[in-house]
């Protein structure tokens, strides 16, 4: 069992928090920062669940594996990173609260589980292998049954 438990303040959130593992397998890919405007295009016709991060240097994919293998033919370069699965924290999350991800991150490292975090406006969503993903989920389910016990 974790050591790790969130703030008292945030033992509600968390008692409140459903988990709900992505059915499908996922891959994260880079792109030079060239082919912005292509990956851009490309994922108009993507279905949910998908994030585009364009920064300074490279364009950041996550999609759905079979997306990929769709829509790759379309770039001259990447670099690809998979399987993942999509773990989302299924509850609103205000943007004021503080440490929702370091509690998560804190009990997936307790376990040797690596993940790939990331948020939307309103949920937190991460990424794991997927040969972990159902441990994954067993542990964040574990520190919720804890939070609604204390």
Known sequence: MSKVLPSPEMMPVFAST?????????????LALSEKERALEAFKQLDPFSSVTVD???????L??????????LFQSSQVE???????????LDLSLVGFLSVV???LAEAGI???ALSTFLRDHILVKA???DEAV???KALIKRCNTQ
């Not at 300074?56 to 996550?62: G, K, P, R």
């Not at 998979?82 to 609103?92: E, K, L």
Request: hydrophobic share 45%; net charge negative.
């Open 56 to 62: 300074h240097a490279e364009v950041s994919l996550i």
């Open 18 to 30: 459903k988990i709900t593992l992505h059915p499908d397998e996922f891959i994260l890919v880079s």
């Open 131 to 133: 040969s972990r993903a």
């Open 138 to 140: 067993q542990v964040l």
């Open 82 to 92: 998979s399987p993942y699965r999509a773990i989302t924290f299924d509850i609103v």
């Open 105 to 107: 991150s804190a009990v």
């Open 64 to 73: 759905k594996t079979t997306d990929w293998d769709t829509i790759k033919g």
């Open 114 to 116: 690596s993940i790939f």
